[in-house]
């Protein structure tokens, strides 16, 4: 596995490159469409499954190198809260 201090900075093939929102949106409603199952998961919607994770900082708006640094502080599951960190 690389890490990101062994990557070039601007990427491996940088005309490939996606955005920070083109990335996000390709792991949810892509992701859902792609396997069939876009009317019931990959967007939060009333009649959708509430499948998502709480971060400690928006990932989109930060800069990509913050990306590694994400904390999950929630997993839900089918509306269900399955993880949560523990409270300091």
Excluded at 19 to 31: C, D, N, W
Excluded at 42 to 51: H, R
């Amino acid at each position: 596995m690389t890490s990101p201090a062994s990557c070039p900075p601007s990427g491996w093939r940088p005309e490939e490159r996606l955005t920070a929102g083109e990335a996000l949106k390709s792991f949810t409603i892509g992701g859902a469409w792609l396997a069939f199952r876009d009317r019931d998961l990959g967007s939060l919607e009333i009649g959708k499954q509430a499948d998502f994770i709480v971060v400690d900082h928006d990932p989109v708006l930060g800069v990509p190198a913050g990306i590694a640094k994400t904390r999950v502080l929630r997993t839900v599951v089918a509306g269900e809260t399955v993880y949560e960190t523990p409270a300091p």
